[in-house]
């Protein structure tokens, strides 16, 4: 373990410090209180702005193999033919000097965490919020020692991220540095509902040494370090935890909750926000609450025994859908169910995937054997802790003052029933492939990621029975203040193969010449999204960079007409959200789909399995049928390729 000191903010900044979204201010006011190299060592350029004759072509190409017919073929070339006269390059100009008026910062940044996020009044959970489902631990058989374990590996991570000794991240064989900046909103942080817009805490970790433990929707404060903020021992921990247990699992009464505060904090941003205010100002609330958001994250144990992967990966995603024991506005929430299933939740407003994964590999990484090395027990029973009793964060004191409020008990009511409503209308599926994976695929010369792209583009095409506008997930953290940008999967390549193979399966691979044409045809568009995807990650793509000329337009002027042209609108409306995160020891990972009439597609790529996490909203039947589409696709493309190579001679052994 690291022996760097963790810094006291001290006064300048105050035990919290109050974002409002902005890296570029809140790296000047907080990173110098973290030592070490992660946030120094790591210079990285700033975030391009693309050129626009170059950003247009793209978006010709991307938009034209969605338009139906000549009619809005003509409109849209015409649009973008027309974007530097109809005040485009006006904005660009704009864009240029803004960009270059922040040599500290990204252009893109401050707009991305509010509007994209902090400003959103929908719901965190579902629409905001995204799930690892963890690989069971054998060492380990129950929800309080699996738990126990995740929190020494968090012990750990937290100290080396708030002692800056945590190794910088960087990028693939050559070692490209990436931005660090989000590493200091994982821990002792909070989303904070505010009306219009919300904000982010972050509290100083010297003061709050402590985790919240939740179970049966009762809270529990939990010290997990010691006062070096190193681990306390696995034990120790280990008798904290069935504690809390013990207590949630008897017989409430005035220790039951008040109400509920995950049904609350996974409700709609403004309605959350005066939810928040009248607990804060019933005697005893604020410090209540205050303990939860000052914490460095939520541990929630669930009284469930999930088994199949669905049921797993609901409880991730949501939790009980009634009354959830979470609180969705923590940026890290571990999951443990009774049986040692696991996992995390993770809020999305400041910070993007990849860190939290990093911090979810040292998690799965540390065994329960391996906690039980890294945090033994001392002769000294860890100061005393080993004697110390948990007790519920609202006292029964507060609990009856709260039960007593009459306008609080029907704001408690109604979160509860919206989010049931939210839940109930989400459909989850998760298909396991298992005849190969991504052994195969590189075998017959193909990225995993773009074949698996592609039959999601098949799979789709079939579901729909037209080529949707389709998102993959790209991160620019090559940049200073890089997060993410889109990789737009569905190009001419794709539509032309799609349309080539059909929307039903016709034995097609029979048929030599047929079957030459479709490989050919299935190569070329899986080469169109590697290029795309290469340049999306070098901050090439075209989303990001139409945002930011959208939002040069002056409040009195007109937009150009490209942004209202419906084949445009169209060919960026997510009907498929995609993205790929494989991971030896994630089971499966997902999020809800981003318009109501989409699909959201999370996949991994193993050597010999493909694991996707779709979701939709019921209604829809969606989601159910996407998974079944996928498995088909895949195996109609094997079979396909098989074939072909059966046919030119140069057949491998299978698999």
């Known amino acids: 373990m690291d022996k760097l000191p963790l810094k006291p903010w001290g006064s300048t900044v105050g035990a919290c410090y ?34 626009l004759d170059s950003t247009l072509e793209k978006v010709k190409k991307s938009v034209l193999a969605l338009a139906k ?88 991570f937290r100290r080396m991220v708030m ?15 990436l931005c660090q900046a989000a590493w200091k909103y994982m821990f002792n942080a909070c989303r904070v509902p505010r009306k219009k817009q919300d904000e982010y805490t972050l509290h100083d970790p010297t003061l709050h ?3 919240c433990v939740v179970r049966r929707g009762i809270f529990f404060r939990v010290p997990f370090v010691d006062a070096d903020h190193n681990p306390l021992p696995l034990a120790v921990i280990e008798s904290l935890l069935a504690q809390c247990v013990a207590v949630a699992d008897c017989d409430g009464g005035e220790l039951g909750p008040a109400v509920s505060l995950g049904a609350m904090s996974g409700d709609g941003r403004d309605e959350w926000a005066e939810a928040r205010e009248m607990i804060r100002r019933v005697e005893g609330g604020r410090e209540a609450m205050d303990v939860i958001e000052t914490s460095a994250l939520l541990l929630c144990l669930d009284p469930s025994t999930p088994v199949s992967d669905p049921c797993t990966a609901s409880l991730c995603w949501y939790g009980q859908p009634t009354s959830p024991s979470r609180y969705f506005d923590k940026p890290l929430q571990l999951i443990c169910a009774d049986n040692g299933k696991a996992g995390l939740l993770g809020e999305h407003s400041m910070m993007d995937g990849m860190p939290v994964v990093r911090y979810a590999d040292a998690v799965v990484s540390t065994s329960y054997d391996d906690a039980r090395r890294a945090a033994p027990l ?94 993959e997930a790209s991160q620019v953290r090559t940049f200073k203040h890089g997060r993410t940008e889109t990789t737009r999967s569905c190009g001419p390549e794709s539509v032309a193969w799609c349309a080539e193979m059909g929307l039903r399966r016709d034995g097609g691979e029979a048929d030599a010449e047929k079957r030459r044409r479709r490989v050919a045809m299935l190569r070329d568009a899986a080469k169109a999204h590697v290029g795309y995807l290469g340049m999306a990650g070098k901050g090439q793509g075209v989303d990001r960079h139409l945002f ?69 909203r019921k209604e829809t039947g969606y989601s159910p049928k996407m998974a079944y589409l996928l498995e088909e696709a895949l195996e109609e493309m094997r079979e396909l390729l098989e074939a072909e190579a059966l046919g030119s001679g140069t057949a491998r052994s299978k698999l």
């Not at 110098?32 to 693309?50: A, D, E, H, T």
């Not at 002692?163 to 540095?177: A, C, Y």
């Open 209 to 211: 040494r402590h985790v």
């Open 548 to 616: 930011g000329l959208s939002m040069m337009v002056g409040k009195r002027e007109a937009p150009p007409k490209l942004f209202s042209n419906p084949t445009f609108v169209k060919a960026k409306t997510w009907r498929i959200s995609t993205s790929h995160l494989t991971h030896p020891k994630f089971d499966n990972w997902g999020w809800g789909e981003v318009v109501p009439d989409g699909v959201g597609v999370a996949y991994s790529i193993h050597p010999g399995r493909c694991v996707f996490n779709v979701t939709a």
């Open 163 to 177: 002692t800056g000794s945590l190794p910088p991240e960087v990028l693939g064989r050559r070692r490209v540095p």
């Open 378 to 471: 001392t002769a000294d029973g860890a100061n005393g802790l080993a004697e110390e009793r948990v007790a519920p964060v609202f006292g029964e004191g507060l609990v009856r003052r709260m039960r007593e409020d009459e306008g609080l008990r029907g704001k408690d009511a109604e979160s509860q029933a919206r989010f049931a409503s939210l839940v109930s209308s989400q459909s989850l599926s998760v298909s396991v492939y298992r005849a190969y994976g991504s052994s195969f695929m590189k075998s017959s010369k193909f990225s995993p990621d773009a074949y698996v792209q592609m039959a999601v583009q098949l799979a789709s095409y079939r579901l729909f029975g037209e080529n949707v506008g389709t998102y």
């Open 18 to 51: 109050t974002s409002n979204g902005d890296y570029d201010a809140d790296a000047r006011i907080i990173e110098p209180l973290i030592g070490g190299k992660l946030y120094s060592s790591s210079p990285v350029p700033p975030l391009p702005v693309p050129d």
């Open 69 to 156: 017919n000549d009619e809005e073929r003509e409109n849209v070339i015409r649009d973008i033919e027309n974007f530097k006269r109809d005040g485009g390059a006006a904005l660009q100009r704009r864009l240029n000097k803004r960009a270059s008026s922040l040599p500290s910062t990204s252009w893109l940044q401050l707009w991305w965490n509010t509007l994209g996020y902090l400003s959103v009044r929908d719901p965190v959970p579902v629409n905001v919020s995204y799930f690892f489902q963890f690989r069971s631990d054998p060492s380990c058989s129950t929800g309080i020692q699996r738990g126990a374990s995740m929190l020494v590996a968090s012990a750990i």
